[in-house]
């Protein structure tokens, strides 16, 4: 691989309280992917990202962004945090919030200027949000609130991107919608890491992939690694239904959910 | 005592006057960062601390003997943020939970502050007499050293929360996307915890300890029921505080020796209940008033749909019977009315001798309602 590596776990173990949640994970994602996270409920994605973010201390292990650690690299990355770690009864408005991408910029004490505003607009725009600007949060459906929180990473214009589960309760539409605007980042040569869960769009939606459940089962290019023999060690062999690598009109499951959940 | 009286007395009366502008501070002050106590889930907090300060009072009333205000203040801040800290590190290193920690800290620290208070009173000096006041507040007490002290430090607290203003939004909104972006979140947290012990130990000597939560608590969820800017919310929060503190202060001052802590939560209660009933939008008669009103405007789909089932078909006469509608659909007569009338006026649909007929537009509409 000549592309730099975006990011490089190095036997990343972490634990809650004691209770080993990842162990040993090792993972390499070369620059410009759009890859996916997946693994049933409870497996450590979301606390993966937290890892890689700085936000949940490791037991042991490394991290690197581009070759550095984190903190050397916080203004390449950008973070879109599962909907439901706020409360979205705060009383503030869609704007606010992605201004918020900016605070680190616009520095101490200073409060945001015209040309903020100006930004924060624009990336609403680009989630097709614009004419929420002014709405409260609290006003704004699940689908809506997730935009926010999209717009507000891009407004962060970051090299990595980390979303955990940007498609939970979003309708269609919108799925389609965000699926395009990480397309055209990976286009800008912009790396997306995406805790995903709907095993059926992953080869459709994904040029990369991580089976991860506790441990990393495996990780690279969806068409390697997107196989009926991984997906049994990633959900504990009651993934029989999923056809891997066939397209989307074919590979339909009934009721995906139903099937991630943990086997044994 | 009239109210023209104790607005005369406001004005010119030095000691009413004193109490008054004291009050009025602390409210503010503790508005203010109540705000962001309510929006922290904090509020439990809040009375923790309070509480926890009691020790604090009296041990530095017994270490030096003097009730300088700004000793008594130090001895609570002190106390206080131990008792904080103390909540704070429980919940972090054991798996103890955090009601359980602020339980324990609320009920030690004011019982070991009880204890010390007892000892006190026992004593024989002279200046003893009054720490007593802290427990339920006494407005009357106040003089003039003792604004000095709650406007001095209550302006540096408004000053901080001013300057820091977008990182304490951030902060209370998503403190993890915050430390994400490499902000010292565990610093500006301690920072926004102790200006909310500030906010509580100025307004202990007022207040009382036992109920000064509620200066804390009780205009920041009242104002939040008005507005959805945080600003606003901010503001009015503060503004209440301030008049709840003056109203208070002023009336436990007039009335004998009454506590001022109970009266200005007697005040405060007021202005929750209404805040609660009747704000626009979030209060609960507006609540049950839009309720309603989508509980008819469904009715009248569900009505469109029923009249689109039946229309053409041989027992449309029947169905379509208004008279008929009522016992059909399991209406009652007075609710049956409404949704009629709301189907007739919102174009669903026409009457034309005693029956009900659609409308295009209403066809149109049901069609749409079925489709979803
Ligand atoms: N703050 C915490 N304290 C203790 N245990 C935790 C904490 N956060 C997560 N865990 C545990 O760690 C494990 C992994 O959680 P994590 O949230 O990373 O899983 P996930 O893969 O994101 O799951 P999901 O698909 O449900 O989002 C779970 O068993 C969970 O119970
Ligand atoms: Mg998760």
Not at chain 2, 23 to 43: E, I
């Amino acid at each position: 691989m000549d592309r730099p590596l975006a990011l490089e776990v190095r036997d990343l173990t972490v634990a809650y309280e004691e209770k080993p949640v990842l162990w040993d994970v090792d993972l390499e994602v070369p620059e410009g992917v759009l890859m996916a996270i997946v693994g049933p409920n409870g497996a450590g994605k979301s606390t993966l990202i937290k890892t890689v973010l700085g936000l949940v201390p490791s037991a042991a292990g490394q991290v690197r962004i581009y070759g550095q650690p984190y903190a050397r690299r916080r203004e390449l990355v950008g973070y879109v945090p599962q909907r439901g770690s706020v409360d979205w009864d705060f009383p503030t408005n869609a704007l606010d919030v992605v201004l918020m991408g900016l605070y680190r910029k616009i520095g101490w004490i200073r409060r945001p200027a015209r040309r903020e505003r100006e930004l924060a607009l624009e990336s609403l725009a680009k989630v097709g949000m614009a004419e929420y600007a002014d709405r409260q949060i609290s006003q704004l459906s699940g689908g809506q609130q997730q935009r926010v929180f999209l717009a507000r990473a891009l407004v962060q214009d970051a090299q990595v991107y980390l979303m955990d589960e940007p498609f939970a309760g979003v309708d269609a539409t919108t799925e389609r919608a965000i699926v395009a605007l990480l397309r055209e980042l990976r286009a800008a040569g912009k790396t997306l890491i995406v805790v995903h869960h709907d095993l059926q769009t992953v080869s459709e939606y994904f040029d990369w992939l991580m089976l991860l459940n506790v441990r990393h089962i495996a990780s690279g290019p969806v068409a390697e690694v997107f196989t009926a023999d991984n997906l049994r060690d990633a959900y504990g062999g009651r993934v029989a239904f999923v056809t891997p690598n066939a397209g989307s009109e074919n590979g339909h499951l009934s009721e995906p959910q139903s099937l991630l959940s943990r086997g044994g | 005592m009239n109210l023209g009286q104790i607005l005369h007395d406001l004005l010119f009366d030095y000691t009413l006057r004193t109490v008054a502008m004291g009050s009025a501070a602390l409210g503010l002050v503790s508005g203010v960062l109540g705000a962001f106590a309510v929006l922290r889930r904090q509020s439990l907090l809040g009375d923790a601390i309070s509480h926890a300060a009691l020790p604090g009072v009296a041990l530095a009333f017994l270490l030096t003997m003097s009730r300088a205000p700004l000793v008594l203040v130090l001895g609570a801040t002190l106390s206080g943020w131990l008792g904080t800290l103390f909540v704070i590190t429980v919940t972090r290193q054991t798996r103890i939970k955090q009601d359980t920690a602020l339980g324990i800290v609320l009920s030690v620290f004011f019982g070991f502050g009880m204890l010390l208070l007892s000892i006190i009173q026992r004593m024989p000096t002279a200046s003893k007499a009054g720490l007593d006041k802290f427990l339920f507040g006494q407005a009357a007490t106040l003089m003039s050293r003792d604004v000095v002290t709650t406007a001095a430090l209550g302006a540096a607290a408004l000053l901080v929360v001013l300057l820091l203003w977008k990182e304490f939004k951030l902060l209370s909104f998503d403190p993890a996307f915050m430390k994400s972006v490499g902000y010292p979140v565990r610093r500006l947290d301690i920072l926004l915890t102790t200006l909310m012990v500030i906010a509580i130990v100025i307004g202990l000597q007022t207040v009382g300890v036992v109920l000064m939560s509620a200066m804390l608590v009780a205009p920041a969820a009242a104002a939040r029921q008005w507005t959805d800017k945080l600003g606003r919310m901010v503001l009015l929060s503060g503004g209440f505080g301030a008049l709840v503190g003056v109203l208070g202060a002023v009336t436990s001052a007039q009335v004998g020796r009454l506590p001022t802590g109970p009266t200005i939560v007697l005040y405060v209660s007021g202005i929750v209940v209404v805040s609660l009933l009747a704000a626009p939008d979030r209060g609960i008669v507006a609540q049950l008033r839009r309720r309603r009103r989508q509980r008819v405007q469904f009715a009248a789909e569900a009505l469109a749909i029923h009249l689109l089932n039946h229309e053409g078909a041989p027992d449309a006469a029947v169905e379509t019977a208004i008279a008929h509608l009522r016992q059909h659909l399991q209406w009652d007569e007075s609710f049956a009315e409404r949704v009629t009338r709301r189907t007739i006026t919102s174009g669903l649909a026409e009457r034309s001798n005693g029956h009900l007929r659609l409308t295009s537009y209403g066809r149109e509409v049901a069609r749409r309602a079925m489709a979803r």
